[in-house]
Nanobody
Framework: VQLQASGGGLVQAGDSLRLSCVHS????????LGWFRQAPGKEREFVAA????????RYADSVKGRFTISRDNAKNTVYLQMNSLKPEDTAFYYC??????????????????WGQGTLVTVSS
């Protein structure tokens, strides 16, 4: 299993960014892709997750209404559209894969496969 995240950058507050996570080696019916973020000096926190098959998604309260997770299975890619970005969204963003059910999608320890981080910096 390989995960490759990209799309980070430096933006101003209120701007948008779209992150991409290209994956390989996953069985579509069994996996969920999640996005997590980690700011300097802070713990890694859940952002959003989506099953690779079906429409189930989940979001952290801090990003609901601003971020949207989507997938293009033909391209083996999961996206994180981030709108109305705030300085507190600044962090390294990671994509990860898990086979667990939706009850624990927000817990990093349940994800077995991780990509490298992509840095999102939001200036005020």
């Amino acid at each position: 299993v390989q995960l490759q995240a990209s799309g980070g950058g430096l933006v101003q507050a209120g701007d948008s960014l779209r992150l991409s996570c290209v994956h390989s080696g996953l069985t579509f019916g069994s996996y969920t892709l999640g996005w997590f973020r980690q700011a300097p000096g802070k713990e890694r926190e859940f952002v959003a997750a989506a099953r690779l098959s079906g429409g189930t998604t989940r979001y952290a309260d801090s990003v609901k209404g601003r971020f949207t997770i989507s997938r293009d299975n033909a391209k083996n890619t999961v996206y994180l559209q981030m709108n109305s970005l705030k300085p507190e969204d600044t962090a390294f963003y990671y994509c990860a894969a898990t086979r667990i059910n939706s009850g624990n999608w927000n817990i990093p320890a349940y994800y077995l496969h991780w990509g490298q981080g992509t840095l999102v910096t939001v200036s005020s």
